[in-house]
């Protein structure tokens, strides 16, 4: 397999098709939270990419439709298929392709799969891939990610109402700044018109009072721990 070390130079990619970007993130993650069954069958891995929590927008594909798109994943080195195995099974490349460490590569992947997030909840939401000390520590790889050339994450404007700027992946293209994107990805998963601008405002400020909330649990373990004399990575590194 000639494939670039990890924290080599990225390789130019061509943008990637929303399926391809699910399929990648869904390989990485799994590799995280299941090694056990970890390269992933067909079935497993359309299942990932189907689920209906942590995703944003939520996917209905079929195993033909990420077969297909893991052929062409294959001819940009992200996917391999393994042969020790009478069922196929696949695993990514995206560390070693993008040149990427470990961390950045979490970060990465918890865009991929949920969509434009803030430093904060990139922290919460990539604690099974990666423990971060501290929200500092996310936005200093973010900040090197958008460093990158080409950059691979980009910080989007902060929208009216919001108090932290999220930041989105650049692997399937430019992000259109047009339309704000939603926590969660949640404007994605209705239809254009489908909601009030009333409702879809009470919402974000659902999803904004519910992170806030998650930060302030955030802080109240994290100075619990620090009077008990424990080190919170190491509570992450046991969930």
């Known amino acids: 397999m000639n494939s670039p070390a990890e924290g080599s ?25 299941v090694p056990d ?23 209905n594909v079929s195993e033909a439709e990420v077969l297909s798109a893991i052929e062409d994943l294959k001819h940009l080195s992200l996917v391999f298929e393994g ?11 995206l560390n070693r392709v993008l040149g990427v460490p470990t961390q950045a590569g979490a970060l990465l992947t ?10 904060a909840e990139l922290r919460l939401n990539s604690a099974r891939l990666h423990g971060f000390a501290d929200v500092s520590s996310v936005e200093a790889f973010l900040s090197e990610l958008a460093e990158r050339e080409p950059p691979l994450v980009v910080k989007l404007p902060r929208a009216p109402g919001e108090r932290e700027s999220r930041w989105m ?5 430019e ?15 209705v239809a254009e018109g489908s909601v009030s601008s009333e409702d879809f405002e009470a919402l974000r400020a659902d999803h ?13 373990v994290e100075r619990m721990a620090g009077e008990l004399g424990i080190a919170i990575d190491k509570l992450e590194a046991s969930d």
């Open 83 to 93: 042969s020790s195995s009478r069922v196929p099974r696949f695993e990514h490349n």
């Open 37 to 59: 069954t970890y390269p992933l069958s067909l079935n497993s891995l359309t299942s990932g990419c189907n689920q209906k929590t942590a995703r944003a927008p939520v996917m």
């Open 9 to 33: 130079s990225p390789r130019t990619l061509r943008a990637l098709t929303p399926l391809e970007a699910r399929i990648v993130g869904v390989l990485v993650e799994k590799q995280h939270t």
């Open 110 to 119: 918890v865009l991929l799969l949920r969509g434009a997030q803030t430093a």
């Open 175 to 189: 992000v259109s700044l047009s339309v704000p994107t939603s926590y969660a990805g949640e404007r994605d998963s």
């Open 169 to 173: 992946h650049l692997l399937c293209g």
């Open 208 to 220: 904004q009072r519910l992170a806030d909330e998650v930060t302030r649990l955030q802080q109240l």
